[in-house]
């Protein structure tokens, strides 16, 4: 099981350009995450998606925008990036049935927007 | 609203003691409470999860403790090693299950 992957692992955009960060999952859970980490500073929650279907917004959704293109995979999108989107983001994926709700991540994509 | 502190934010000790991570919390309605692993440039390892109903999980050298009367957690480790050294988070999982993070603390274990 390779667990959750995440591609690009790192990229470069400028200011005003679009691009579509990818997720997938083989571990057949129903909920999926984003986050964005910044230095000094804790995860915070971009959107994410209880099931297959349905995607809802978290602390920080402005600027994204999200697909859950099926159950194993969860896409994030910046249509015009902007300098303050310079981030590490993660995805992460989770199962209710496990009763822990215990969520899984992702290695992580470096963007820098310059 | 949910806020999570750890503290101290970076912690130097030397190779072989033992140290203990605090984390915080302000809301004690939790589900539960993770410790994770971040090394530098690299993703999330979990280390250790807490139930709400549960006061501690221990593996190997690590120790997690959880008193959510106080909105309290600590991470012991033993007899530290210079692998030990990366920024340690916590986050707590809210009642809608959702994970409310702290800043991390970075720890150096000096050889």
């Known amino acids: 099981n390779a667990g959750v992957t995440q591609t690009p692992k790192f990229q470069v955009l400028k200011t005003g350009q679009s691009m579509t960060l990818q997720c997938a999952q083989d571990?057949?859970?129903?909920?999926m995450y984003w986050y964005r980490q910044d230095p000094g500073m804790g995860l915070r929650l971009i959107y994410y998606?209880?099931?297959?279907?349905?995607?809802d917004k978290g602390e920080v959704p402005n600027g994204y925008n999200v697909s859950r293109l099926n159950k194993r995979e969860f896409s994030l999108r910046l249509e015009s990036a902007a300098p303050s989107q310079t981030s590490v983001y993660f995805c992460?994926?989770?199962?209710?049935?496990?009763?822990?709700?215990?969520?899984?991540f992702g290695p992580g994509t470096r963007l820098t927007v310059t | 609203k949910q806020e999570v502190t750890q503290i101290p934010a970076a912690l130097s000790v030397p190779e072989g003691e033992n140290l203990v991570l605090n984390c915080s919390f302000t809301?004690?309605?939790?589900?539960?409470l993770q410790w994770f692993r971040q090394d530098p440039g690299k993703g999330l390892t979990s280390l250790l999860l807490?139930?709400?109903s549960q006061r501690e999980q221990t593996s190997g050298r690590l120790n997690a403790s959880l008193d959510k009367s106080s909105g309290r957690s600590t991470l012991y480790i033993a007899a530290s090693q210079p692998g030990d050294s990366a920024t340690y988070l916590c986050?707590?999982?809210?009642?809608?299950?959702?994970?409310?993070w702290g800043a991390g603390t970075k720890l150096i274990i000096k050889p």
């Open positions: 992460a994926s989770s199962e209710a049935r496990t009763k822990t709700y215990e969520q899984y």
């Open positions: 571990m057949n859970h129903n909920s």
């Open positions: 998606s209880a099931s297959e279907g349905t995607t």
């Open positions: 809301d004690s309605a939790i589900y539960n």
């Open positions: 807490i139930q709400s």
């Open positions: 986050a707590v999982m809210d009642s809608n299950y959702q994970l409310i």
